[in-house]
C-alpha cells in the first residue's frame, strides 16, 4: 500500500517537472510569453490576455480588464463553481457536460470575435512572429530557397 503511494507523488512529481520544463522553453523561445499556442505557433488561444485581465481588475482597471480579456468574470465564477462543487446547485453545473460544453462555445466565440477584430497586430491577439514554427520555417526556407 505504501507503494502506490509513492508511485502516486513521484508521477506527480514527474508531471510537475516535465510541465516546468515545457513552460520554461516555451518562455525561452517565445520572447517571454507563457502561451503554449502563441509560443509555439504564433496564435494566440482563447485565454489570452486572461492574466493580464485579472491583473488590471486588482489595479481597479475595469476598462483594462475588459480590453485584455472579456470573460475574466467568467473565471472566477467557474472558480467558485469548483471550490463549491459538492454544494447544490453548484454540483449540478460542475457535473452537467452541456455547462461544460457551453462555456467551451462561449470561449471560442469570443476568440473568433477578437481574432476577427484585433487580430494579428492588437496586443493580446497579436501575431508572435518569433514563435518556434516561424523560427523553423525560417530556417527551411533559408535552407531549401
Do not use: Q
Request: glycine residues 6%; proline residues 5%.
Amino acid at each position: 500500500m505504501r507503494s502506490g503511494s509513492s508511485n502516486r507523488w513521484r508521477n506527480a512529481a514527474l508531471i510537475a517537472g516535465i510541465l516546468a520544463a515545457s513552460e520554461a522553453f516555451i518562455y525561452y523561445v517565445s520572447d517571454g510569453r507563457f502561451c503554449y499556442l502563441k509560443g509555439l505557433v504564433g496564435l494566440p488561444c482563447p485565454g489570452c490576455g486572461l492574466t493580464r485581465a485579472i491583473i488590471s481588475l486588482f489595479k481597479f482597471d475595469i476598462e483594462g480588464a475588459f480590453y485584455w480579456h472579456p470573460l475574466f468574470i467568467l473565471v472566477f465564477l467557474l472558480a467558485g463553481i469548483m471550490l463549491l462543487k459538492k454544494r447544490r446547485p453548484f454540483n449540478t453545473l460542475y457535473s452537467s457536460d452541456a455547462f461544460w460544453y457551453s462555456v467551451l462555445f462561449i470561449f471560442i466565440s469570443v476568440w473568433i470575435i477578437r481574432m476577427a477584430v484585433l487580430f494579428p497586430d492588437r496586443p493580446p491577439m497579436d501575431f508572435n512572429r518569433s514563435a518556434l514554427l516561424m523560427k523553423v520555417l525560417f530556417f527551411l526556407d533559408k535552407i531549401f530557397l
